[in-house]
């Protein structure tokens, strides 16, 4: 079957780094898809891998091993703003993003 | 990046009315558009896949005679939920994939549907 897996909740503080891991399990992979979403709003998005390797934009990086079914979203320098939910999205071989609950980042000052 | 726009951005309707929501892609054309559902603290959930010019496809235990879907150009796309009733509110999302070697796929920013 498929299934995605993400911590469903993390805490970090103002100003610091965090990892936000993804688990996953597809038929066929075409691309690994993060998304952000903040409460009552539709997701944006972030960042799209398809090969192997880490690819940065800005303050937000996102890393993905095909072989380990692995990704990684680093967000940098957080700010209050970023207090939000954070979505895996793997696309099978269909080309359909499959969605795990997301996980979501608290921000303290 | 690509921008999509959904309208209305919020509707209250009478039970047994039916709603019509857009979806556009606005600098982009998309041969593939995805209709999302999303009660409140849970996952999107596909409701269909609509193909310019052709039918939509439903996902398991979704209505299609009651959510129809229409994806007449390849800018727009529109899902009508037909006689609502309560248990349809819910925050309706639509998304739209580029073509090209990268396929992204980008988010309408959702209509959020109120039955009374």
């Known amino acids: 079957g498929q299934n995605i897996d993400q911590p469903t909740e993390m805490t970090a503080t103002e100003g610091a780094i965090v990892q936000i891991n993804c688990t996953y399990q597809t038929s066929g992979f075409n691309g690994l898809f993060w998304y952000q979403q903040h409460a009552g709003e539709a997701p944006t998005f972030l960042s799209y891998?398809?090969l192997d390797g880490l690819e940065e934009k800005g303050r937000f990086s996102s890393f993905l091993s095909r072989s380990k079914g692995y990704s990684y979203l680093l967000l940098k320098e957080l700010q209050m703003k970023d207090s939000a939910s954070y979505l895996c999205a793997p696309m099978d071989s269909n080309y359909q993003l499959i969605w795990g609950a997301g996980t979501k980042l608290i921000i303290k000052p | 990046g690509a921008v999509v726009s959904q309208h209305p951005s919020w509707v209250i309707c009478k039970s047994g009315t039916s709603v019509k929501i857009e979806c556009r892609s606005l600098?982009?054309?998309?041969?593939?558009m995805f209709w999302y559902r999303q009660f409140p603290k849970q996952s999107l959930m596909l409701m269909a896949t609509s193909n310019e010019g052709s039918k939509a496809t439903y996902e398991q235990g979704v209505e299609k005679d009651k959510f129809l879907i229409n994806h007449a150009s390849l800018t727009l796309s529109t899902l009508t939920v037909t006689s609502a009733h309560p248990e349809d509110s819910s925050f309706y999302i639509c998304?739209?994939?580029?073509?090209?070697?990268?396929?992204?796929?980008?988010f309408g920013p959702g209509t959020r549907l109120t039955v009374t």
């Open positions: 891998n398809v």
């Open positions: 998304s739209a994939r580029t073509s090209g070697p990268r396929e992204e796929q980008y």
């Open positions: 600098d982009f054309q998309a041969t593939t």
